[in-house]
């Protein structure tokens, strides 16, 4: 590839990469904001919010754990978080 082709490569996969906060609209910021909060600990038990794509769904359980489920993939990934003053865990 010569380097005009390769810079514009580049441009394009930056864009196409970054476009959906680019050009998100008011739902799926909030959405998003919601999978932060989620992911973050600061979910209340039974909050759900969905990926722009609609493919991978965050859920938060009634012991606080938090679920990853990927609808395309079928998998899921469960993960417990860690309060920002819960400082057991760091002795």
């Known amino acids: 590839m010569n380097r005009p082709t390769t810079g514009l490569l580049a441009l394009v996969l930056t864009i196409g990469l970054h476009s959906q906060f680019a050009f998100a609209v008011e739902d799926s910021t909030s959405q998003l904001a919601t999978i932060n909060k989620i992911i973050r ?3 209340k038990p039974g909050e759900t919010a969905t990926a722009k794509n609609g493919e991978v769904v965050y859920t938060v359980l009634e ?10 993939y079928n998998t899921v990934q469960r993960f417990g ?6 400082n ?4």
């Open 41 to 43: 600990g600061e979910g």
């Open 63 to 72: 012991d606080g754990t938090v679920e990853i489920r990927n609808l395309r």
């Open 81 to 86: 978080t860690i309060k920002s003053n819960d």
């Open 88 to 91: 057991s865990r760091s002795k």
